[in-house]
């Protein structure tokens, strides 16, 4: 879940209509900014923020574009698809695109570094596991004293899972791990809140388990 961050120069906004095929005047130009850029589960996210204040006439927050631009090291980039998030102080454009899904786009507001949404502390988290005892069926491991029921910001469909503060994960829970089952008890409440069917996004002293929500 690591977010790529890079500078970007002559930077050029226009207009983008999904399916239409035309050429729109520009609306910005000679821009520069930050390009942040994340993968999280089959979903993409991808933030721009202008360095310098734009006159807000020349765009308006919700609408669809696209930019073009150069990096550092002179090569071309940008994205046919992105949303005018923010006006001031600084203009940013913010997306989501869910890869599994073509043509599935949201806007994505705010930092990528606020996307994680903590809903609810929890404490005792324990990982159910295959026991070495035929017998017993499923084991239990337990990976952290503390953390959070989360979900993330801006993803479609959404996400939900735990954030796990000084994790302590086996050997064969390492980022990339699927069909992982996790439960919890809720601090405030101590109801036991248990999910399946979880990946591990993040692998570290603070870890991260998601899975989409298929369904209400």
């Not at 226009?14 to 000679?30: I, N």
């Not at 090291?73 to 994205?79: N, P, V």
């Not at 949303?83 to 454009?93: I, Q, S």
Request: aromatic share 6%; charged share 15%; glycine share 10%.
């Amino acid at each position: 879940m690591q977010i790529t961050t890079q500078t970007v120069r002559d930077i050029t906004i226009f207009p983008y209509v999904p399916g239409v095929a035309a050429t729109f005047e520009p609306v910005v130009s000679g821009a520069s900014g930050v390009w942040q850029q994340r993968r999280l589960l089959n979903h993409g996210q991808e933030r721009l923020v202008l360095d310098a204040e734009v006159a807000p006439n020349a765009l308006r927050a919700g609408a669809s574009y696209g930019w073009r631009g150069h990096l550092a090291d002179g090569t071309s980039t940008g994205a046919m698809w992105t949303f005018c998030t923010d006006l001031a102080p600084r203009v940013g454009f913010g997306v989501t695109r869910n890869w599994a899904r073509p043509g599935c786009a949201s806007p994505l507001y705010g930092a990528l570094e606020d996307a994680v949404l903590r809903l609810e502390p929890v404490q005792d988290v324990i990982v159910m596991i295959p026991s070495p005892n035929p017998t017993v069926g499923l084991a239990q491991a337990q990976l952290g004293r503390a953390g959070w029921l989360v979900m993330m910001s801006s993803v479609v469909p959404a996400c939900v899972g735990f954030l796990i503060e000084e994790a302590k994960l086996p050997s064969h829970l390492c980022e990339g791990a699927e069909g992982v089952s996790i439960k919890a008890t809720s601090l405030r409440t101590l109801q036991t809140i248990g999910l399946q069917e979880l990946r591990c996004v993040q692998a570290g002293d603070t870890s991260m388990f998601l899975r989409e929500i298929s369904s209400c």
